[in-house]
């Protein structure tokens, strides 16, 4: 067990449709990150988060947005959701304080089916 | 920020032992290299970091040489679960910095 959670773990929505993607870092991290990973794919980095503020962005679709609340727990919007959408959804969470010892921990991710 | 390259595959047999190099030949002074472990369906767990020389811990080894410009993960008498893909991870995780993953090794070990 990471320490980050993700909910729900499973999702299946229509096209269109729009849904919100939860993760709750580790106790104490104020990074997140949000990476996107469609079938036998590798991880693709969409945004990050410090400490309530967006600090690095990347190949995030428009459709997409994201933020992180004072709690430091975050959320994911994926809207006007494509079939292309359908993929893995990890969040994951560190110190960010910086190296060393600053290692990101994944959640299990959250399993996005659009149909 | 340092872009990494990593053989997309490689097999190997139960007992063995497997070393995956990674480039990184634009590694900056702050940058440490992680590597990461993925199961189909689950989220990278971490293995093992190192900043230079060698590290050890109870799953993996990491040998760095003096340059940093490559590292290279040893998994020791692999078994059927180190079935797995490989991520060598480059940076210093502060804020502000993308942790981009390249694409990984892809490990299979054959019984």
């Known amino acids: 067990d990471s320490g980050v959670t993700q909910t729900p773990k499973h999702l299946i929505t229509a096209t269109g449709q729009r849904v919100t993607l939860r993760c709750s870092p580790r106790s104490g991290d104020l990074s997140v990150y949000w990476y996107q990973q469609s079938l036998d794919q590798g991880l693709q980095f969409l945004i990050q988060?410090?400490?309530?503020?967006?600090?690095a962005k990347g190949n995030i679709l428009e459709r997409f947005s994201a933020q992180q609340f004072p709690d430091l727990h975050s959320e994911l919007n994926l809207s006007s959701l494509e079939l292309g959408d359908s993929a893995l959804y990890f969040c994951?969470?560190?110190?960010?304080?910086?190296?060393?010892?600053?290692?990101?921990?994944f959640g299990e991710g959250s399993w996005l089916t659009v149909v | 920020l340092a872009k990494t390259t990593q053989p997309i595959s490689m097999d190997s047999y139960e007992g063995q032992e497997v070393n995956i190099t990674c480039s990184h030949n634009?590694?900056?002074?702050?940058?440490?290299i992680t590597w990461y472990q993925q199961f189909p369906s689950q989220g990278p767990r971490f293995i093992i970091q190192g900043y230079k020389t060698k590290v050890t811990n109870e799953v993996a080894s990491l040998f760095i040489p003096a340059d940093r410009k490559s590292s290279t993960l040893s998994l020791p008498r692999v078994s059927l679960s180190d079935t797995a893909v490989y991520y060598c991870?480059?940076?210093?995780?502060?804020?502000?910095?993308?942790?981009?993953f390249g694409g990984g090794t892809r490990v299979l070990v054959k019984p």
């Open positions: 991870l480059v940076g210093d995780g502060a804020a502000g910095n993308k942790l981009t």
């Open positions: 994951a969470s560190s110190s960010g304080q910086g190296a060393p010892g600053n290692t990101i921990y």
């Open positions: 988060y410090y400490n309530g503020e967006e600090r």
């Open positions: 634009n590694i900056a002074t702050n940058d440490y």
